[in-house]
């Protein structure tokens, strides 16, 4: 009985590790983007957060199929610069 107590400790002390760390990377990533433009956040939204394909955002935005994934591309890049920055900052 020790033991499956013990088990269920560690498991229960891992689990809340795993959700602040998740809570914490979901804090950083609205952090980031927020700093985006609209159109970025959107994009990005739709796409990563939403799972919609980029035809699917490109109907639903009016946007080409080419436009969206510039967007998406440039939008990423963005939000890796600012990631990167403040992990060399020392922000993260």
Do not use: P
Not at 2 to 10: A, H, K, P, R, Y
Not at 14 to 24: H, M, T
Not at 73 to 78: D, E, V
């Amino acid at each position: 009985r020790g033991w499956l107590e013990e088990v269920l400790s560690d498991e229960s002390e891992q689990g809340i590790e795993e959700r602040g760390r998740e809570k914490e990377a979901a804090e950083l990533l609205d952090r980031a983007l927020g700093e985006l433009s609209a159109e970025e956040r959107m994009i990005i939204e739709l796409l990563y957060l939403e799972g919609l394909s980029g035809r699917e955002a490109a109907d639903l935005l009016g946007w080409s199929l080419a436009n969206v994934k510039v967007r998406a591309f440039r939008s990423r890049k963005k939000l890796r610069k600012l990631l990167t920055g403040w992990r060399e900052e020392g922000n993260i």
